[in-house]
C-alpha cells in the first residue's frame, strides 16, 4: 500500500471514530437528559401525593412534564407554578369554588373560554342537576387554560405579586395576602433540591385581554 493510500486509511478511520464518538456522546447526553427528566416529575408527583395523599395520581401523570413546560414557556420557576396550585386548590384536581372556578388553578370556565382561540375548546362544567366538571377538572387542560391565562397576564404586570394578584382577584384585584401564600408556598417548596427550582422574570408580550379591551 502506498503512502498515499495509508495516509488515506487513516485519515478516514480517525474521522469514523471522530463522528462515532460524537454521535455516542450525544447518546449518552440524550438518555442522561430522559434519566434527569423522569426523575424531576417522579419529584413532583412524589410532592403532589404527599400535600393531597387522596390525589388521584394516575390523573396526574402528565401533569409534571405539562407543568415544566409551561413555566418554561412563561419564562418562571416551575416551582411556584407547582405552588400556585397548592395554594388555590391544595392539589384537589374537581375543586370547585364559590364563584364557580374549577380545578387545579380554580379557573373560570369564562376565563378559560377567552384562551380556546389559542388552545382549543374545552368541555364546559354543569354544576347543577347532574354535576359534571367537565375538562377544567382535568389537571392537563386546567393547567394548559390557567397558565395561557397567567402568561397573558405577565404581558402586561410589572412583576410576578401584581401578576398573581390579578390572576385570583381580577384586574381590580387588591387581594395581596394571595401573593403572600404562594410565595410562603414557594419557599417551602424551595427547599426540596430535587424539585430543582430556579427563578426567572417574565417576558414581555401583547397580552389577549389587553386586545379584547381595545377592540
Given at each position: 500500500m502506498s503512502r498515499h493510500s495509508k495516509a488515506?486509511?487513516?485519515l478516514t478511520l480517525a474521522c469514523a471514530v471522530l463522528f462515532g464518538g460524537v454521535s455516542l456522546t450525544r447518546q449518552v447526553i440524550a438518555v442522561a437528559g430522559a434519566a434527569d427528566a423522569e426523575r424531576l416529575n417522579r419529584a413532583i408527583l412524589d410532592y403532589v401525593a404527599e400535600k393531597n395523599p387522596r390525589a388521584p395520581i394516575g390523573a396526574f401523570r402528565q401533569f409534571p412534564e405539562l407543568l415544566v413546560t409551561e413555566a418554561q414557556r412563561a419564562n418562571l420557576d416551575h416551582c411556584l407554578v407547582l405552588a400556585q396550585a397548592e395554594v388555590e386548590?391544595?392539589?384537589?384536581h374537581d375543586a370547585v369554588g364559590s364563584a364557580g372556578e374549577i380545578g387545579l388553578f380554580q379557573i373560570l370556565p369564562s376565563t378559560a373560554a377567552l384562551f380556546e382561540p389559542q388552545?382549543?375548546?374545552?368541555k364546559r362544567p354543569v354544576l347543577r342537576g347532574h354535576r359534571d366538571l367537565?375538562?377544567?377538572a382535568n389537571p392537563q387542560v386546567n393547567t394548559r387554560f390557567a397558565?395561557?391565562?397567567l402568561r397573558d397576564i405577565l404581558a402586561r404586570k410589572r412583576n410576578i405579586k401584581d401578576a398573581l394578584t390579578e390572576y385570583n382577584g381580577g384586574p381590580a384585584g387588591r387581594r395581596s395576602h394571595y401573593y403572600r401564600m404562594v410565595m410562603g408556598a414557594y419557599v417551602e417548596i424551595l427547599e426540596r433540591a430535587e424539585l430543582r427550582c430556579r427563578f426567572r422574570e417574565a417576558p414581555r408580550r401583547e397580552p389577549v385581554l389587553a386586545m379584547l379591551v381595545g377592540v
Open positions: 488515506l486509511a487513516l386548590s391544595d392539589f384537589r388552545l382549543g375548546r374545552f367537565g375538562d377544567l397558565m395561557a391565562y
